[in-house]
């Protein structure tokens, strides 16, 4: 059988425009969030056929469920039909959400010793470690194999890690791959296409 899942990160929330790192806590979709995910849906309605042979399944946060609710009214998807599942939450970065990188700077200067811009958040002294990390994602992945049609809609770190999993990328590639909330990805056939509405006519 052959399998697609289309990856979704949430819009862009007050947080996110603040710099603000959220981990599993939550502030709502702005303005242009709203945008980013009703222009994903419109591209993503394209791509798909018809939307009613996919299956949506949410991370359960708010920012990603006030994104899943804008993508079934464009696409004419029954919201009643989605089902969560916490494997797809973001990375928990305990103490460190809503906070921003010079606040975490400040207090916790030795935890960000020998860190990069890719990995520091898994330094967190009470938030997720990468290991478990990578386990529930792989998980999830396994939960999924027999649904021949996926939408999934989760956030930016976790995004990053399914794709990474799904093509068995090493720890220094996964963390780098692109993270943007005006693209989705759909995984087929351990390959990833990539579908940005800034570049495509729709």
Known sequence: MEQTICL????????NSQGRYQGQLDSPLTQDGIEQVKNISKLLKLVIDEP????????????????????????????????????LKEVSVGSWAGLTTQEIES???????????Y???????????????MRRVSEWLESIRDKKKVIAVSHGLTGRIIRGVYQS????????LEVSQNTFFKLTNNKIERFCYEYDEF
């Open 52 to 87: 009613n042979e996919w299956e949506i399944i949410s991370s359960p946060l708010g920012r990603t469920l006030q994104s899943t609710e804008i993508i079934c009214e464009i696409l004419g998807y029954d919201l009643n039909k989605v089902t969560t599942d916490s494997r």
């Open 169 to 176: 990328l090493e720890k220094d590639q996964l963390l780098r």
């Open 119 to 133: 990995n520091w958040y898994f330094n967190s002294p009470d938030g997720e470690s990468y290991d478990s990390v």
């Open 8 to 15: 979704i990160r949430h819009g862009e929330t007050v947080f």
């Open 107 to 117: 207090s916790w200067p030795k935890l960000l010793e020998n860190t990069d811009t």
